[in-house]
């Protein structure tokens, strides 16, 4: 099946500062890859999500971008503020919607005022 | 958009008793419906995933005869745990997806269970 390593677990950045947040992938085959923001408690919300034909996604401060060669995908937050700090999840799915997310590990993303 | 509700949003029971939590589609017809587990500070782990009309499919690992799944319709699934034991406190979220030619997950609003 596939697996999805996602680093780094725990990231501290200074307001204004960029945040990357990296995730690698184990099946070639998947082709759709969602990023997720969870704040404590609730449900995860979905924020940008890329497929596999394509190699980056912008929306406004955050960007995805992917490298199928290497099987990697990153998010990239830019101009962080107080609200971003949640816990992250990147996730990959192969087929059409039949299968569930493999999730990675998840990042707690701090953002120091 | 699509919207997912979850029921209850939290639930004490006591230990060996059964519990039930519901996953509502709300304005689309959800063909397959995914309940995951979350232990805290810990990432979704996919427990099953059910068809409307036809048995779940269950991960390695997890025991069909306790967490028993129902899609009997296109927008409602359930999750019971069965004879539930302190180790099955944990939060569980179904997501919904529809096949319409595009991949779309939208998650319920999560379940905070708590045996004691």
């Known amino acids: 099946g596939e697996n999805v390593e996602q680093h780094p677990s725990t990231l501290s950045v200074q307001e204004g500062d960029s945040a990357v947040i990296k995730c690698t992938y184990s099946d070639s085959a998947s082709n759709y890859f969602p990023w997720y923001k969870q704040e404590l408690g609730k449900r995860p919300q979905l924020i940008i999500d890329i497929r596999s034909n394509v190699g980056e996604k912008k929306d406004q401060r955050i960007a995805v971008t992917l490298n199928k060669t290497a099987k990697h995908f990153s998010l990239h937050i830019t101009e962080t503020q107080p609200e971003d700090s949640a816990v992250y999840f990147c996730?990959?799915?192969w087929g059409g919607g039949a299968d569930g997310l493999t999730f990675g590990k998840g990042t707690h993303l701090i953002i120091q005022p | 958009g699509a919207v997912v509700s979850q029921h209850p949003s939290w639930v004490i029971c006591k230990s060996g008793t059964s519990v039930k939590i519901e996953c509502r589609s709300l304005?689309?017809?959800?063909?397959?419906m995914f309940w995951y587990r979350q232990f805290p500070k810990q990432s979704l782990m996919l427990m099953a995933t059910?068809?409307?009309?036809?048995?779940?499919?269950?991960e390695q690992g997890v025991e069909k005869d306790k967490f028993l799944i129902n899609h009997a319709s296109l927008t409602l699934s359930t999750l019971t745990v069965t004879s539930a034991h302190p180790e099955d406190s944990s939060f569980y979220i179904c997501?919904?997806?529809?096949?319409?030619?595009?991949?779309?997950?939208?998650f319920g609003s999560g379940t905070r269970l708590t045996v004691v």
């Open positions: 304005d689309f017809q959800a063909t397959t």
């Open positions: 997501s919904a997806s529809a096949h319409e030619g595009r991949v779309g997950y939208t």
């Open positions: 996730a990959a799915l």
């Open positions: 059910s068809n409307e009309g036809s048995k779940a499919t269950y």
